[in-house]
């Protein structure tokens, strides 16, 4: 059974770093491909990032280029978002996600990441940012 639980959302300033964790069971993390996606209330459910460790290439939505980086370790079978100069609008239940590559690559999850695209979903961690 595939299994994601993400651990590391808190409340940080504004500048300030977090990294947040999504420990995976029931796979092997080469053989999929893992996205953090984010929902503030209100708004739609966004990508933020993907990896796929079997290849080594990575997505990163726009807004967080240059502070946000993805990675993985995979003897934990766990993949790491740290984000760094947090802003105010980062603030939202950040999620991982899972599908298999084979998938991902037909559907092109490491151009731009569909919620859809992804059947497996972490329980999510709420980060918030104060100004």
């Known amino acids: 059974e595939v299994q994601l639980v993400e651990s590391g959302g808190a409340l940080v300033q504004a500048g300030g770093s977090l990294r947040l964790s999504c420990a995976a069971s029931?796979?092997?993390?080469?053989?999929?491909?893992i996205g953090w996606f984010r929902q503030a209330p209100g708004k739609k459910r966004e990508g933020v990032s993907c990896?796929?460790?079997?290849?080594?290439?990575?997505y990163y939505l726009y807004s967080v280029k240059g502070r946000f980086t993805i990675s993985s370790d995979n003897a934990k079978n766990t993949v790491y978002l740290q984000m760094n100069n947090l802003k105010p609008e980062d603030t939202a239940v950040y999620y991982c996600?899972?599908?298999?590559?084979?998938?991902?690559?037909?559907?092109?999850?490491?151009?731009?990441?569909?919620?859809?695209?992804?059947?497996?979903w972490g329980q999510g961690t709420q980060v918030t940012v104060s100004s």
């Open positions: 996600a899972a599908v298999e590559w084979p998938t991902a690559q037909a559907l092109g999850v490491l151009i731009f990441p569909d919620p859809g695209d992804f059947h497996s």
């Open positions: 029931g796979f092997t993390l080469d053989d999929y491909v």
């Open positions: 990896i796929s460790t079997s290849v080594g290439r990575t």
